[in-house]
């Protein structure tokens, strides 16, 4: 998605909107869940529950009645422990204090806390934010003292809230939608994404990359169906091991 963004020309046309709060999800009576962290050595969190995770985005997000507890008392529930929640918080309040539908100087902060992500159990968040912070040109470098002081109130917590409460339910993540689509041959092809972009792009000044990468999505869009017809028409033999 970053090469896409930095690619010449998609900046200018896109408005993107990134919300930091991945496969988490509320405990809820209906739901259920428990806020209690049991990790493996690699960092996931073995209380954590897929059903509970659909459950509460059906119930919250995808309804046009969310049940009362669907973002607090309860504890928030992450999928990689309590280290994954903190970095979603920082993300969170700087989108709070770039404003949340300024996202050009948010992207590179984004970019560079998820590039210094680090080990799943190290306590590094403030650390990273200030390092992102600093990096030459950053929106943040004199606006340290408004996210700290959000990352570390009720501010926080309401920008957590505010991730949540755009965060449909999805299959997993990354989950990247174009207009409300999920890009063709997303999953098979590196720039899928990129290529919807250009396919749904109706303006005059398209981004130089979109001539070629139209041209390759139609090919592997007329490979992938050449290919499903003759498994269908049983053209296609599947080695057996």
């Given at each position: 998605?970053?090469?896409?963004?930095?690619?010449?020309?998609?900046?200018?046309?896109?408005?993107?909107?990134?919300?930091?709060?991945?496969?988490?999800?509320?405990?809820?009576?209906?739901?259920?869940?428990?806020?209690?962290?049991?990790?493996?050595?690699?960092?996931?969190?073995?209380?954590?529950?897929?059903?509970?995770?659909h459950c509460w985005a059906n119930n919250c997000i995808n309804t046009a009645e969310p049940m009362d507890d669907c973002f607090g008392p309860g504890l928030i529930v992450t999928q990689h422990g309590p280290k994954e929640m903190v970095y979603n918080k920082m993300q969170a309040c700087a989108q709070k204090v770039a404003g949340y539908d300024n996202w050009q100087p948010y992207w590179p902060?984004?970019?560079?806390?998820?590039?210094?992500?680090?080990?799943?159990?190290?306590?590094?968040?403030?650390?990273?934010?200030?390092?992102?912070?600093?990096?030459?040109?950053?929106?943040?470098?004199?606006?340290?003292?408004?996210?700290?002081?959000?990352?570390?109130?009720?501010?926080?917590?309401?920008?957590?809230?505010?991730?949540?409460?755009?965060?449909?339910?999805?299959?997993?993540?990354?989950?990247?939608?174009?207009?409300?689509?999920?890009?063709?041959?997303?999953?098979?092809?590196?720039?899928?994404?990129?290529?919807?972009?250009?396919?749904?792009?109706?303006?005059?000044?398209?981004?130089?990359?979109?001539?070629?990468?139209?041209?390759?999505?139609?090919?592997?869009?007329?490979?992938?169906?050449?290919?499903?017809?003759?498994?269908?028409?049983?053209?296609?033999?599947?080695?057996?091991?």
């Amino acid at each position: 998605l970053n090469a896409m963004i930095t690619s010449p020309g998609f900046a200018d046309i896109l408005n993107v909107r990134q919300f930091s709060f991945g496969n988490h999800y509320y405990v809820t009576k209906k739901c259920g869940g428990t806020g209690a962290i049991n990790q493996t050595a690699t960092g996931y969190n073995l209380n954590y529950s897929t059903e509970a995770r659909h459950c509460w985005a059906n119930n919250c997000i995808n309804t046009a009645e969310p049940m009362d507890d669907c973002f607090g008392p309860g504890l928030i529930v992450t999928q990689h422990g309590p280290k994954e929640m903190v970095y979603n918080k920082m993300q969170a309040c700087a989108q709070k204090v770039a404003g949340y539908d300024n996202w050009q100087p948010y992207w590179p902060f984004l970019v560079c806390t998820e590039a210094n992500y680090g080990s799943p159990f190290d306590s590094n968040v403030v650390e990273t934010a200030t390092k992102c912070a600093e990096e030459e040109g950053s929106f943040y470098q004199d606006k340290m003292p408004d996210l700290y002081s959000c990352f570390e109130g009720s501010d926080g917590d309401e920008a957590l809230v505010q991730m949540a409460k755009n965060t449909f339910d999805h299959p997993g993540t990354p989950t990247i939608l174009v207009n409300g689509d999920v890009p063709m041959l997303s999953g098979f092809w590196g720039d899928a994404g990129a290529a919807e972009v250009c396919s749904q792009y109706s303006g005059s000044s398209p981004p130089p990359a979109c001539a070629d990468l139209l041209e390759k999505r139609t090919k592997f869009l007329y490979e992938t169906e050449k290919a499903i017809e003759g498994i269908v028409n049983g053209n296609v033999t599947c080695r057996k091991n």
